[in-house]
């Protein structure tokens, strides 16, 4: 199985930072990768798919990056609406998810 | 508008069975994998398997495999996630979230829409 290992499970940061996420493959997955925000007692959301797009009516704020085994979700400027938990899901051999970065206020 | 409706939160006792439910509306539902999404909570992410609505063709994770049973019904545009005996360790939230592509080529895809999620609270 593929394992997905996001980093760091947690980040503190304030409004108007620039916030990067890693998400590891313990394998190769190519491009096969998406972003999800989850906040508090609701579903998660798509943000991100295939490594590098963006999903339509997503903010441009949040861009991905990366292929192979590692990627990164960054955030160029945090907003209020953001502070949230995110996750990597890979899509190459099943579908794995990474354990989720929570993105708190500092 | 797509919309994933599941049913409504239950609380059972261990060794009994439960039937949790996801309706599709607003697309076309038999041209679309579904995917059910295991979420203890506190806790990640799991993808449990999937099912393609046009041919009832089902796809397990290996960690779900034997322990739960994904069907569809065509008429009403709806999935089911269907346990015999349930255990504590069931107890967890169950998103139902539909899976990014028209058609049954592969399930190997990211999920665009999920339901609000059904809260399943197995004790004794």
């Known amino acids: 199985d593929i394992q997905m290992t996001q980093s760091p499970s947690t980040l503190s940061a304030s409004v108007g930072d620039r916030v990067t996420i890693t998400c590891r493959a313990s394998?190769?997955?190519?491009?096969?990768l998406a972003w999800y925000q989850q906040k508090p007692g609701k579903a998660p959301k798509l943000l991100i798919y295939?490594?590098?797009t963006l999903r339509s009516g997503v903010p441009s704020r949040f861009s991905g990056s990366g292929s192979g085994t590692e990627f990164t979700l960054t955030i160029s400027s945090l907003q209020p609406d953001d502070f949230a938990t995110y996750y990597c899901?890979?899509?190459?051999?099943?579908?794995?998810f990474g354990q989720g970065t929570k993105v708190e206020i500092k | 508008e797509v919309q994933l409706v599941q049913s409504g939160a239950e609380l059972k006792k261990p060794g009994e069975s439960l039937k949790i439910s996801c309706k599709g509306s607003?697309?076309?539902?038999?041209?679309?994998?579904i995917g059910w999404v295991r979420q203890v909570p506190g806790k990640g992410l799991e993808w449990m398997g999937t099912?393609?609505?046009?041919?009832?063709?089902?796809r397990y994770s290996p960690s779900f495999q034997g322990q739960v049973t994904i069907s569809v019904d065509q008429p009403s545009k709806t999935s089911y996630l269907q346990w015999t005996t349930l255990k504590a360790s069931d107890t967890a939230i169950y998103y139902c979230?539909?899976?990014?592509?028209?058609?049954?080529?592969?399930?190997?895809?990211?999920?665009?829409?999920w339901g609000q999620g059904t809260l399943v609270t197995v004790s004794s």
């Open positions: 979230a539909r899976l990014a592509m028209y058609g049954s080529g592969t399930y190997l895809l990211y999920f665009d829409y």
């Open positions: 607003g697309y076309s539902f038999t041209n679309f994998w």
């Open positions: 099912i393609y609505p046009g041919d009832s063709e089902t």
């Open positions: 394998q190769t997955i190519s491009s096969w």
């Open positions: 295939k490594a590098s």
């Open positions: 899901q890979q899509y190459d051999t099943y579908l794995t």
